[in-house]
Protein backbone atom coordinates (compact mmCIF):
# COMPACT_ATOMS: atom_id res chain seq x y z
CA UNK A 1 0.00 0.00 0.00
CA UNK A 2 2.80 2.28 0.72
CA UNK A 3 4.75 1.81 -2.68
CA UNK A 4 1.28 2.95 -4.33
CA UNK A 5 0.99 6.04 -2.07
CA UNK A 6 4.72 6.49 -3.18
CA UNK A 7 3.86 6.48 -6.92
CA UNK A 8 0.82 8.15 -6.87
CA UNK A 9 2.12 11.48 -5.44
CA UNK A 10 5.03 10.96 -7.73
CA UNK A 11 2.21 10.77 -10.63
CA UNK A 12 0.82 13.92 -8.87
CA UNK A 13 4.27 15.48 -9.40
CA UNK A 14 5.45 15.11 -12.56
CA UNK A 15 1.44 15.79 -13.49
CA UNK A 16 1.90 19.51 -11.89
CA UNK A 17 5.23 19.99 -13.50
CA UNK A 18 4.13 19.29 -16.69
CA UNK A 19 0.79 21.28 -16.71
CA UNK A 20 3.06 24.01 -14.76
CA UNK A 21 6.04 24.38 -17.27
CA UNK A 22 2.93 24.21 -19.99
CA UNK A 23 1.04 27.17 -18.16
CA UNK A 24 4.93 29.10 -18.31
CA UNK A 25 5.59 28.27 -21.73
CA UNK A 26 2.21 29.67 -23.19
CA UNK A 27 3.04 32.47 -20.97
CA UNK A 28 5.85 33.70 -21.80
CA UNK A 29 5.59 33.01 -25.62
CA UNK A 30 2.28 35.46 -25.73
CA UNK A 31 4.43 37.73 -23.80
CA UNK A 32 6.91 37.73 -26.41
CA UNK A 33 4.35 38.47 -29.38
CA UNK A 34 2.64 41.16 -26.84
CA UNK A 35 6.05 42.88 -26.89
CA UNK A 36 6.98 42.32 -30.80
CA UNK A 37 3.59 44.02 -32.22
CA UNK A 38 3.20 46.41 -29.44
CA UNK A 39 6.75 47.14 -28.93
CA UNK A 40 6.53 47.47 -25.66
CA UNK A 41 7.77 45.24 -22.51
CA UNK A 42 6.01 43.69 -20.06
CA UNK A 43 6.91 43.36 -16.59
CA UNK A 44 8.15 39.51 -16.39
CA UNK A 45 6.59 39.47 -12.52
CA UNK A 46 3.48 39.92 -14.69
CA UNK A 47 3.55 37.22 -17.30
CA UNK A 48 5.15 34.69 -13.99
CA UNK A 49 1.48 35.65 -12.22
CA UNK A 50 -0.34 35.45 -15.04
CA UNK A 51 1.11 31.86 -16.70
CA UNK A 52 0.60 30.94 -12.53
CA UNK A 53 -3.36 31.89 -12.80
CA UNK A 54 -3.36 29.93 -16.17
CA UNK A 55 -2.21 26.76 -14.77
CA UNK A 56 -4.20 27.25 -11.04
CA UNK A 57 -7.26 27.03 -13.93
CA UNK A 58 -5.93 23.84 -15.15
CA UNK A 59 -5.91 22.45 -11.87
CA UNK A 60 -9.92 22.31 -12.36
CA UNK A 61 -9.98 20.86 -16.01
CA UNK A 62 -9.68 17.30 -16.17
CA UNK A 63 -7.48 15.87 -18.83
CA UNK A 64 -4.98 18.50 -19.20
CA UNK A 65 -1.23 16.79 -21.04
CA UNK A 66 -0.26 16.14 -17.38
CA UNK A 67 -3.17 14.63 -15.94
CA UNK A 68 -3.69 12.30 -19.31
CA UNK A 69 -0.42 10.90 -19.00
CA UNK A 70 -2.35 8.96 -16.27
CA UNK A 71 -5.40 8.91 -17.12
CA UNK A 72 -7.61 5.92 -17.67
CA UNK A 73 -10.06 6.16 -20.95
CA UNK A 74 -13.18 5.31 -19.18
CA UNK A 75 -12.83 7.71 -16.36
CA UNK A 76 -12.61 11.12 -18.76
CA UNK A 77 -15.69 13.46 -19.05
CA UNK A 78 -16.60 13.40 -22.56
CA UNK A 79 -17.11 17.64 -23.07
CA UNK A 80 -13.58 17.87 -21.98
CA UNK A 81 -11.84 14.73 -23.59
CA UNK A 82 -10.01 16.95 -25.91
CA UNK A 83 -8.64 19.78 -23.96
CA UNK A 84 -4.94 18.29 -23.78
CA UNK A 85 -5.56 18.47 -28.09
CA UNK A 86 -6.32 21.66 -28.06
CA UNK A 87 -3.43 22.62 -25.44
CA UNK A 88 -0.80 20.87 -27.43
CA UNK A 89 -1.85 22.34 -30.80
CA UNK A 90 -1.82 25.41 -29.24
CA UNK A 91 1.95 25.08 -27.83
CA UNK A 92 2.61 23.81 -31.69
CA UNK A 93 1.21 26.63 -33.25
CA UNK A 94 2.44 29.59 -30.92
CA UNK A 95 6.47 27.66 -31.42
CA UNK A 96 6.03 28.15 -34.88
CA UNK A 97 4.58 32.11 -34.33
CA UNK A 98 7.59 32.63 -31.89
CA UNK A 99 9.70 30.79 -34.03
CA UNK A 100 9.02 32.86 -37.63
CA UNK A 101 9.59 36.13 -35.89
CA UNK A 102 12.85 35.30 -33.97
CA UNK A 103 14.98 33.52 -37.29
CA UNK A 104 13.28 36.75 -39.01
CA UNK A 105 11.96 34.39 -42.21
CA UNK A 106 11.51 36.34 -44.97
CA UNK A 107 10.00 34.66 -47.55
CA UNK A 108 9.62 38.18 -49.59
CA UNK A 109 13.25 38.46 -49.16
CA UNK A 110 14.15 35.06 -50.65
CA UNK A 111 11.95 35.18 -53.84
CA UNK A 112 12.69 39.22 -55.00
CA UNK A 113 16.48 39.38 -53.51
CA UNK A 114 18.14 37.47 -55.74
CA UNK A 115 19.39 40.06 -57.78
CA UNK A 116 22.89 40.77 -55.77
CA UNK A 117 23.88 37.46 -56.03
CA UNK A 118 23.78 37.86 -59.87
CA UNK A 119 27.23 38.53 -60.28
CA UNK A 120 28.59 36.17 -57.66
CA UNK A 121 26.63 33.36 -59.53
CA UNK A 122 28.07 34.81 -62.48
CA UNK A 123 31.63 34.65 -61.21
CA UNK A 124 30.81 31.11 -60.13
CA UNK A 125 30.53 29.59 -63.60
CA UNK A 126 32.99 31.60 -65.38
CA UNK A 127 35.83 31.38 -63.24
CA UNK A 128 39.78 33.13 -63.81
CA UNK A 129 41.53 30.90 -65.77
CA UNK A 130 44.54 32.94 -65.10
CA UNK A 131 44.84 32.34 -61.44
CA UNK A 132 44.69 28.60 -61.90
CA UNK A 133 47.88 27.39 -61.33
CA UNK A 134 48.64 29.73 -58.70
CA UNK A 135 45.40 28.22 -56.98
CA UNK A 136 46.76 24.79 -58.10
CA UNK A 137 49.66 25.09 -55.86
CA UNK A 138 47.74 26.70 -53.06
CA UNK A 139 45.69 23.76 -52.77
CA UNK A 140 48.73 21.27 -53.04
CA UNK A 141 50.05 23.21 -50.12
CA UNK A 142 46.34 22.91 -48.48
CA UNK A 143 46.28 19.11 -49.20
CA UNK A 144 50.10 19.04 -47.56
CA UNK A 145 49.20 20.65 -44.66
CA UNK A 146 46.35 18.27 -43.55
CA UNK A 147 48.92 15.78 -44.59
CA UNK A 148 51.36 16.75 -42.07
CA UNK A 149 48.78 17.38 -39.81
CA UNK A 150 47.50 13.79 -39.51
CA UNK A 151 51.46 12.55 -39.77
CA UNK A 152 52.38 14.43 -36.14
CA UNK A 153 49.07 13.40 -35.38
CA UNK A 154 49.04 9.70 -35.80
CA UNK A 155 51.92 8.32 -33.21
CA UNK A 156 50.91 10.96 -30.17
CA UNK A 157 47.22 9.88 -30.83
CA UNK A 158 48.65 5.58 -30.84
CA UNK A 159 50.27 5.86 -27.95
CA UNK A 160 47.87 7.83 -26.33
CA UNK A 161 45.03 5.97 -27.20
CA UNK A 162 46.56 2.72 -25.36
CA UNK A 163 46.06 5.21 -22.07
CA UNK A 164 42.58 5.54 -22.93
CA UNK A 165 41.37 1.97 -23.37
CA UNK A 166 38.96 0.91 -20.40
CA UNK A 167 40.25 -2.67 -21.26
CA UNK A 168 43.79 -2.28 -20.42
CA UNK A 169 43.80 0.80 -18.04
CA UNK A 170 40.78 -0.59 -16.13
CA UNK A 171 42.83 -3.02 -14.04
CA UNK A 172 44.75 -0.45 -11.55
CA UNK A 173 44.04 3.02 -9.61
CA UNK A 174 46.56 4.53 -11.55
CA UNK A 175 45.26 3.14 -14.70
CA UNK A 176 41.53 4.19 -14.40
CA UNK A 177 43.00 7.70 -13.20
CA UNK A 178 45.14 7.84 -16.41
CA UNK A 179 41.84 6.94 -18.55
CA UNK A 180 39.67 9.38 -17.15
CA UNK A 181 41.81 12.14 -17.15
CA UNK A 182 43.56 11.36 -21.52
CA UNK A 183 38.95 10.85 -21.60
CA UNK A 184 38.26 14.45 -20.60
CA UNK A 185 41.28 16.32 -22.54
CA UNK A 186 40.90 15.00 -25.43
CA UNK A 187 36.72 15.09 -25.26
CA UNK A 188 37.47 19.07 -24.25
CA UNK A 189 39.76 19.42 -27.11
CA UNK A 190 37.48 17.87 -29.65
CA UNK A 191 34.79 20.32 -28.67
CA UNK A 192 36.64 23.41 -29.55
CA UNK A 193 36.18 23.92 -33.22
CA UNK A 194 39.39 23.52 -35.32
CA UNK A 195 38.70 27.52 -36.13
CA UNK A 196 39.05 28.55 -32.73
CA UNK A 197 42.50 26.75 -32.49
CA UNK A 198 43.21 28.39 -35.40
CA UNK A 199 42.82 31.41 -34.39
CA UNK A 200 44.97 30.93 -31.04
CA UNK A 201 47.63 29.18 -33.13
CA UNK A 202 47.63 32.31 -35.87
CA UNK A 203 48.35 34.69 -32.84
CA UNK A 204 50.95 32.10 -31.68
CA UNK A 205 53.67 31.27 -34.37
CA UNK A 206 52.01 34.05 -36.79
CA UNK A 207 49.08 33.75 -39.99
CA UNK A 208 50.15 30.96 -42.20
CA UNK A 209 49.71 27.18 -42.96
CA UNK A 210 52.03 26.45 -39.71
CA UNK A 211 49.31 27.74 -37.64
CA UNK A 212 46.64 25.83 -39.52
CA UNK A 213 48.54 22.19 -39.58
CA UNK A 214 49.04 23.15 -35.52
CA UNK A 215 44.76 23.64 -35.24
CA UNK A 216 44.48 20.43 -37.40
CA UNK A 217 46.99 18.52 -35.87
CA UNK A 218 45.53 19.37 -32.27
CA UNK A 219 41.93 18.50 -33.15
CA UNK A 220 43.15 15.46 -34.93
CA UNK A 221 45.15 13.95 -32.09
CA UNK A 222 41.91 14.04 -30.05
CA UNK A 223 40.06 12.28 -32.58
CA UNK A 224 41.84 9.89 -33.19
CA UNK A 225 42.84 8.85 -29.40
CA UNK A 226 38.41 8.36 -29.28
CA UNK A 227 38.37 6.19 -32.50
CA UNK A 228 41.86 4.14 -32.14
CA UNK A 229 41.17 3.83 -28.18
CA UNK A 230 37.29 2.39 -29.13
CA UNK A 231 38.94 0.14 -31.23
CA UNK A 232 41.22 -0.92 -28.90
CA UNK A 233 38.10 -1.64 -26.40
CA UNK A 234 36.67 -3.40 -29.36
CA UNK A 235 39.33 -6.35 -29.87
CA UNK A 236 38.96 -10.31 -29.39
CA UNK A 237 40.31 -10.56 -25.56
CA UNK A 238 41.18 -14.28 -26.69
CA UNK A 239 44.65 -13.65 -28.26
CA UNK A 240 45.35 -11.45 -25.29
CA UNK A 241 44.35 -14.26 -22.57
CA UNK A 242 46.64 -16.70 -24.44
CA UNK A 243 50.06 -14.44 -25.07
CA UNK A 244 49.49 -13.83 -21.25
CA UNK A 245 49.91 -17.10 -20.66
CA UNK A 246 52.78 -17.60 -22.23
CA UNK A 247 54.42 -15.56 -19.78
CA UNK A 248 54.72 -12.70 -22.11
CA UNK A 249 55.49 -8.86 -20.10
CA UNK A 250 52.51 -6.63 -20.90
CA UNK A 251 54.06 -4.79 -23.69
CA UNK A 252 54.89 -7.99 -25.52
CA UNK A 253 51.15 -8.82 -25.23
CA UNK A 254 50.01 -5.14 -26.36
CA UNK A 255 52.63 -5.87 -29.39
CA UNK A 256 51.51 -9.54 -30.10
CA UNK A 257 47.83 -9.31 -29.38
CA UNK A 258 45.92 -6.13 -29.66
CA UNK A 259 48.32 -4.07 -32.22
CA UNK A 260 48.20 -6.64 -35.25
CA UNK A 261 44.04 -6.63 -34.40
CA UNK A 262 43.64 -2.74 -34.68
CA UNK A 263 46.06 -2.42 -37.17
CA UNK A 264 43.82 -2.19 -40.69
CA UNK A 265 41.08 -0.69 -38.67
CA UNK A 266 43.96 2.01 -37.02
CA UNK A 267 44.67 2.87 -40.60
CA UNK A 268 41.42 3.48 -41.74
CA UNK A 269 40.32 6.06 -39.39
CA UNK A 270 43.64 7.22 -40.27
CA UNK A 271 43.04 8.40 -43.58
CA UNK A 272 39.30 8.90 -43.19
CA UNK A 273 40.88 11.91 -41.01
CA UNK A 274 43.33 13.14 -43.81
CA UNK A 275 40.08 13.25 -45.62
CA UNK A 276 38.45 14.86 -42.94
CA UNK A 277 41.29 16.88 -42.56
CA UNK A 278 41.76 18.59 -46.31
CA UNK A 279 38.12 20.05 -45.98
CA UNK A 280 38.50 21.31 -42.53
CA UNK A 281 42.17 22.87 -43.63
CA UNK A 282 40.00 25.65 -46.04
CA UNK A 283 37.90 26.61 -43.10
CA UNK A 284 40.83 26.74 -41.36
CA UNK A 285 42.45 29.04 -44.03
CA UNK A 286 39.71 31.52 -43.38
CA UNK A 287 40.63 32.79 -39.96
CA UNK A 288 44.79 32.65 -41.18
CA UNK A 289 45.50 28.72 -41.43
CA UNK A 290 46.86 30.07 -45.06
CA UNK A 291 47.07 27.53 -48.23
CA UNK A 292 43.53 27.79 -50.11
CA UNK A 293 41.17 28.64 -47.89
CA UNK A 294 43.57 32.12 -46.96
CA UNK A 295 43.35 32.85 -50.74
CA UNK A 296 39.57 32.08 -51.05
CA UNK A 297 39.00 34.43 -47.38
CA UNK A 298 40.98 37.42 -49.12
CA UNK A 299 39.21 37.02 -53.08
CA UNK A 300 35.98 37.11 -51.20
CA UNK A 301 36.87 39.83 -49.72
CA UNK A 302 37.76 41.94 -52.81
CA UNK A 303 34.40 40.49 -54.12
CA UNK A 304 36.69 39.00 -56.62
CA UNK A 305 33.78 36.46 -58.12
CA UNK A 306 35.74 34.97 -61.13
CA UNK A 307 38.36 33.98 -58.82
CA UNK A 308 36.36 32.57 -55.81
CA UNK A 309 34.87 30.10 -58.64
CA UNK A 310 38.06 29.38 -59.57
CA UNK A 311 38.78 28.43 -55.74
CA UNK A 312 35.41 26.54 -55.07
CA UNK A 313 35.95 24.35 -57.86
CA UNK A 314 39.36 23.08 -57.36
CA UNK A 315 37.99 22.87 -53.48
CA UNK A 316 35.13 21.07 -54.60
CA UNK A 317 37.33 19.40 -57.49
CA UNK A 318 39.82 17.99 -54.48
CA UNK A 319 37.48 17.20 -51.51
CA UNK A 320 35.44 14.65 -54.42
CA UNK A 321 38.46 12.85 -55.30
CA UNK A 322 39.98 12.54 -51.55
CA UNK A 323 36.30 11.27 -50.76
CA UNK A 324 36.41 8.20 -53.48
CA UNK A 325 39.96 7.13 -52.88
CA UNK A 326 39.89 6.77 -49.45
CA UNK A 327 36.71 5.20 -49.23
CA UNK A 328 37.61 2.68 -51.22
CA UNK A 329 40.90 2.30 -49.39
CA UNK A 330 38.92 1.75 -45.81
CA UNK A 331 36.59 -0.45 -47.72
CA UNK A 332 39.68 -2.32 -48.88
CA UNK A 333 41.59 -2.60 -44.98
CA UNK A 334 38.32 -3.17 -43.12
CA UNK A 335 37.35 -5.78 -44.89
CA UNK A 336 40.16 -8.72 -44.31
CA UNK B 1 55.79 -36.45 -7.68
CA UNK B 2 53.36 -33.65 -8.29
CA UNK B 3 53.63 -30.87 -10.02
CA UNK B 4 49.95 -28.89 -9.10
CA UNK B 5 49.10 -29.34 -5.70
CA UNK B 6 45.72 -26.79 -4.75
CA UNK B 7 45.12 -26.24 -1.17
CA UNK B 8 41.55 -25.30 0.14
CA UNK B 9 41.12 -22.88 -3.15
CA UNK B 10 38.27 -20.48 -3.33
CA UNK B 11 37.16 -17.91 -5.89
CA UNK B 12 34.29 -15.40 -5.18
CA UNK B 13 33.34 -12.82 -8.68
CA UNK B 14 31.47 -11.47 -6.48
CA UNK B 15 29.39 -12.00 -3.19
CA UNK B 16 27.12 -14.22 -4.50
CA UNK B 17 29.07 -16.11 -7.74
CA UNK B 18 31.54 -18.81 -5.55
CA UNK B 19 32.96 -20.42 -8.17
CA UNK B 20 35.36 -22.53 -6.64
CA UNK B 21 34.31 -23.61 -3.19
CA UNK B 22 37.13 -25.19 -0.94
CA UNK B 23 39.06 -27.06 -4.16
CA UNK B 24 41.69 -29.67 -2.91
CA UNK B 25 43.71 -31.52 -5.84
CA UNK B 26 46.94 -32.82 -6.26
CA UNK B 27 48.19 -33.28 -9.74
CA UNK B 28 50.88 -35.68 -10.69
CA UNK B 29 53.36 -35.35 -12.93
CA UNK B 30 53.05 -37.47 -16.33
CA UNK B 31 48.99 -37.23 -15.38
CA UNK B 32 46.56 -36.94 -18.47
CA UNK B 33 43.84 -35.03 -15.73
CA UNK B 34 40.16 -34.76 -17.46
CA UNK B 35 37.88 -32.25 -15.89
CA UNK B 36 34.08 -33.16 -16.16
CA UNK B 37 31.28 -30.94 -15.14
CA UNK B 38 28.42 -28.89 -16.38
CA UNK B 39 29.19 -25.24 -18.08
CA UNK B 40 29.60 -22.91 -14.93
CA UNK B 41 30.45 -25.84 -13.03
CA UNK B 42 33.66 -24.32 -12.66
CA UNK B 43 36.36 -25.95 -14.99
CA UNK B 44 37.27 -22.98 -16.55
CA UNK B 45 38.12 -21.06 -13.58
CA UNK B 46 39.93 -23.72 -11.42
CA UNK B 47 42.58 -24.13 -14.54
CA UNK B 48 42.85 -20.26 -15.45
CA UNK B 49 43.47 -19.98 -11.30
CA UNK B 50 46.60 -22.14 -11.62
CA UNK B 51 48.33 -19.90 -14.00
CA UNK B 52 46.73 -17.15 -12.78
CA UNK B 53 44.80 -14.86 -15.12
CA UNK B 54 42.32 -15.70 -12.59
CA UNK B 55 43.08 -14.47 -9.32
CA UNK B 56 41.89 -17.19 -6.82
CA UNK B 57 40.33 -15.51 -3.36
CA UNK B 58 41.68 -17.73 -1.55
CA UNK B 59 43.67 -20.75 -0.85
CA UNK B 60 47.24 -22.01 -2.07
CA UNK B 61 48.61 -23.36 -5.48
CA UNK B 62 52.05 -24.60 -5.74
CA UNK B 63 53.69 -25.56 -9.39
CA UNK B 64 56.70 -27.60 -8.74
CA UNK B 65 57.14 -26.21 -5.30
CA UNK B 66 56.83 -22.52 -6.24
CA UNK B 67 54.16 -20.61 -4.79
CA UNK B 68 52.13 -19.69 -7.60
CA UNK B 69 49.47 -17.73 -5.97
CA UNK B 70 51.92 -15.16 -4.36
CA UNK B 71 54.42 -15.17 -6.77
CA UNK B 72 56.00 -11.63 -7.80
CA UNK B 73 55.51 -10.77 -11.42
CA UNK B 74 58.35 -11.84 -12.50
CA UNK B 75 58.39 -15.08 -10.81
CA UNK B 76 54.55 -15.60 -12.19
CA UNK B 77 55.63 -14.90 -15.54
CA UNK B 78 58.32 -17.51 -15.24
CA UNK B 79 55.75 -20.19 -13.73
CA UNK B 80 53.82 -19.08 -16.76
CA UNK B 81 56.23 -19.80 -19.44
CA UNK B 82 56.11 -23.35 -17.64
CA UNK B 83 52.78 -23.88 -18.11
CA UNK B 84 51.19 -24.27 -21.81
CA UNK B 85 47.20 -23.32 -22.25
CA UNK B 86 44.89 -24.09 -25.13
CA UNK B 87 41.38 -22.32 -25.40
CA UNK B 88 38.41 -23.57 -26.28
CA UNK B 89 38.22 -20.24 -29.38
CA UNK B 90 41.93 -21.06 -29.72
CA UNK B 91 42.82 -17.58 -29.77
CA UNK B 92 45.21 -17.19 -31.83
CA UNK B 93 46.02 -13.69 -33.19
CA UNK B 94 44.22 -14.07 -36.65
CA UNK B 95 45.99 -11.25 -38.50
CA UNK B 96 49.73 -13.06 -38.00
CA UNK B 97 51.00 -15.85 -39.92
CA UNK B 98 51.07 -19.12 -38.48
CA UNK B 99 54.75 -19.18 -37.91
CA UNK B 100 54.65 -16.28 -36.05
CA UNK B 101 51.42 -17.61 -33.83
CA UNK B 102 54.09 -20.30 -33.10
CA UNK B 103 56.77 -18.27 -32.14
CA UNK B 104 54.93 -16.17 -29.75
CA UNK B 105 55.18 -19.22 -27.34
CA UNK B 106 58.47 -18.47 -26.69
CA UNK B 107 57.76 -14.72 -25.80
CA UNK B 108 58.74 -15.29 -22.20
CA UNK B 109 62.46 -15.58 -23.52
CA UNK B 110 62.19 -12.27 -25.18
CA UNK B 111 62.28 -8.40 -24.19
CA UNK B 112 59.89 -6.01 -26.07
CA UNK B 113 62.82 -5.14 -28.68
CA UNK B 114 64.59 -9.03 -29.49
CA UNK B 115 63.77 -10.75 -32.47
CA UNK B 116 63.66 -14.12 -32.94
CA UNK B 117 66.50 -15.93 -33.42
CA UNK B 118 67.30 -18.86 -36.02
CA UNK B 119 66.84 -21.98 -33.78
CA UNK B 120 63.40 -20.45 -32.42
CA UNK B 121 62.54 -20.48 -36.27
CA UNK B 122 63.73 -23.79 -37.17
CA UNK B 123 61.62 -25.16 -33.79
CA UNK B 124 58.72 -23.41 -34.34
CA UNK B 125 58.35 -25.10 -37.85
CA UNK B 126 59.44 -28.22 -36.37
CA UNK B 127 56.71 -27.98 -33.56
CA UNK B 128 54.46 -27.46 -37.11
CA UNK B 129 55.45 -30.42 -38.65
CA UNK B 130 54.80 -32.30 -35.66
CA UNK B 131 51.09 -31.14 -35.57
CA UNK B 132 51.01 -31.41 -39.37
CA UNK B 133 50.94 -28.30 -40.45
CA UNK B 134 54.63 -27.53 -41.74
CA UNK B 135 53.21 -26.35 -45.57
CA UNK B 136 51.02 -23.47 -43.36
CA UNK B 137 53.69 -21.68 -41.65
CA UNK B 138 53.62 -18.38 -43.98
CA UNK B 139 49.58 -18.30 -44.23
CA UNK B 140 47.75 -15.81 -42.21
CA UNK B 141 45.51 -17.76 -38.97
CA UNK B 142 42.15 -16.53 -40.33
CA UNK B 143 42.52 -18.81 -43.10
CA UNK B 144 42.55 -21.94 -41.39
CA UNK B 145 39.66 -24.20 -40.50
CA UNK B 146 39.00 -24.79 -36.52
CA UNK B 147 40.93 -28.55 -36.28
CA UNK B 148 44.05 -26.96 -38.24
CA UNK B 149 43.91 -23.61 -35.66
CA UNK B 150 43.57 -25.57 -32.53
CA UNK B 151 46.80 -27.81 -33.74
CA UNK B 152 48.96 -24.35 -34.39
CA UNK B 153 47.68 -23.24 -30.70
CA UNK B 154 49.52 -26.42 -29.53
CA UNK B 155 52.54 -26.03 -31.56
CA UNK B 156 52.42 -22.83 -29.90
CA UNK B 157 52.10 -24.53 -26.54
CA UNK B 158 54.89 -27.24 -27.52
CA UNK B 159 57.30 -24.01 -28.20
CA UNK B 160 56.94 -23.29 -24.25
CA UNK B 161 58.27 -26.10 -23.85
CA UNK B 162 55.76 -27.09 -21.38
CA UNK B 163 55.81 -29.10 -18.17
CA UNK B 164 51.98 -28.77 -18.09
CA UNK B 165 49.68 -27.89 -20.18
CA UNK B 166 46.10 -26.61 -19.56
CA UNK B 167 43.67 -27.46 -21.57
CA UNK B 168 39.80 -25.14 -21.46
CA UNK B 169 37.75 -27.43 -23.70
CA UNK B 170 39.87 -27.91 -26.37
CA UNK B 171 37.29 -29.56 -28.69
CA UNK B 172 34.38 -27.80 -28.22
CA UNK B 173 34.45 -25.81 -31.22
CA UNK B 174 35.23 -29.09 -33.57
CA UNK B 175 33.93 -31.23 -35.31
CA UNK B 176 33.58 -35.15 -33.60
CA UNK B 177 36.62 -36.02 -36.02
CA UNK B 178 38.65 -33.29 -35.85
CA UNK B 179 37.74 -33.62 -31.69
CA UNK B 180 39.40 -36.62 -31.76
CA UNK B 181 42.59 -36.05 -33.80
CA UNK B 182 42.91 -32.63 -31.87
CA UNK B 183 42.51 -35.05 -28.44
CA UNK B 184 45.35 -37.71 -29.92
CA UNK B 185 47.83 -34.82 -30.58
CA UNK B 186 46.96 -34.12 -26.69
CA UNK B 187 47.48 -38.03 -26.06
CA UNK B 188 51.05 -38.02 -27.78
CA UNK B 189 52.22 -35.10 -26.21
CA UNK B 190 51.37 -36.81 -22.80
CA UNK B 191 52.84 -40.06 -23.74
CA UNK B 192 55.81 -39.27 -25.72
CA UNK B 193 57.37 -35.81 -23.78
CA UNK B 194 56.14 -36.46 -20.65
CA UNK B 195 53.99 -33.48 -20.76
CA UNK B 196 51.16 -33.40 -17.88
CA UNK B 197 47.35 -32.39 -19.30
CA UNK B 198 44.52 -31.25 -17.34
CA UNK B 199 42.03 -30.65 -19.72
CA UNK B 200 37.97 -29.79 -19.51
CA UNK B 201 36.37 -31.81 -21.79
CA UNK B 202 32.15 -32.60 -21.77
CA UNK B 203 32.45 -35.91 -23.72
CA UNK B 204 33.08 -38.66 -21.58
CA UNK B 205 34.01 -40.99 -24.37
CA UNK B 206 36.86 -38.92 -25.24
CA UNK B 207 37.85 -38.81 -21.03
CA UNK B 208 37.75 -42.43 -21.09
CA UNK B 209 39.99 -42.91 -24.62
CA UNK B 210 42.64 -40.33 -23.18
CA UNK B 211 42.59 -39.81 -19.37
CA UNK B 212 44.45 -41.45 -16.98
CA UNK B 213 42.51 -39.91 -14.19
CA UNK B 214 38.59 -38.05 -14.01
CA UNK B 215 38.02 -35.18 -11.50
CA UNK B 216 34.45 -34.10 -12.31
CA UNK B 217 33.72 -30.70 -10.51
CA UNK B 218 29.83 -29.48 -9.99
CA UNK B 219 28.80 -26.26 -8.27
CA UNK B 220 32.55 -25.71 -7.76
CA UNK B 221 33.63 -28.53 -5.41
CA UNK B 222 35.13 -31.56 -6.68
CA UNK B 223 32.40 -34.28 -6.88
CA UNK B 224 34.41 -37.59 -7.75
CA UNK B 225 38.16 -38.24 -8.59
CA UNK B 226 39.19 -41.51 -9.82
CA UNK B 227 39.81 -43.86 -13.18
CA UNK B 228 37.45 -42.98 -16.36
CA UNK B 229 36.36 -46.61 -16.21
CA UNK B 230 34.72 -46.07 -12.35
CA UNK B 231 32.08 -43.17 -13.62
CA UNK B 232 28.86 -45.44 -13.72
CA UNK B 233 25.32 -44.71 -14.85
CA UNK B 234 24.91 -43.86 -10.85
CA UNK B 235 28.37 -41.15 -11.23
CA UNK B 236 27.33 -39.60 -13.87
CA UNK B 237 23.80 -38.58 -13.09
CA UNK B 238 25.25 -37.24 -9.68
CA UNK B 239 27.71 -34.97 -11.54
CA UNK B 240 25.25 -33.98 -14.43
CA UNK B 241 21.89 -34.20 -12.62
CA UNK B 242 19.36 -36.90 -12.48
CA UNK B 243 17.61 -36.26 -16.05
CA UNK B 244 21.26 -36.25 -18.40
CA UNK B 245 21.84 -39.15 -20.56
CA UNK B 246 25.81 -40.21 -21.94
CA UNK B 247 25.70 -39.22 -25.14
CA UNK B 248 28.55 -40.99 -27.17
CA UNK B 249 30.71 -39.50 -29.57
CA UNK B 250 32.80 -41.83 -32.07
Known sequence: MAKNKKVHSKQRFITNILDYSISLYIGTTIAFLYNYWSETTINPWLVFGLSTLLYLILIFIPNTPGKSLYTEKESRIKFFSQVYHYIYSALIALTIVVGWIMVEISPVEFFTGMDGTRNIVRGLFTPDKTIFWRMVSELIKTIYLALMATIFAVPIAFLLSFLAASNLMNKTWLGRTVYAVIRTISTIIRSIEAIVWAIIFAVWVGIGPFAGMLALMIHSIAALVKLYSEQIENIDQGPVEAITSTGASTLQVWRYAVIPQIINPFLAFTIYRWDINVRMATIVGFVGGGGIGLQLFQKQQMTDWNGVGTIVWLIALAVWIMDMVSAEIRKKLLSN | ?250
Not at chain 2, 69 to 83: C, E, F, H, W
Not at chain 2, 138 to 163: D, E, T
Request: proline share 2%; aromatic share 6%; charged share 25%.
Open chain 2, 1 to 250: MSIIEINKLNKFYDEATHALKDVDLTIKEGEFLILLGLSGSGKSTLLRCLNRLIEPTSGGITFLGKDVVTASPTDLKSIRSDIAMIFQQFNLVKNLTVLTNVLTGSLSKHTFFSRWTKEEKETALKNLKRVGLQDYAYRKVRNLSGGQQQRVAIARALMQKPKLILADEPVASLDPATADSVMNYLGTLNREDGITVVCSLHFLSLARKYGTRVVALKDGKIKFSGTPNEIDDAKFKEIYGEDAEEVEIR
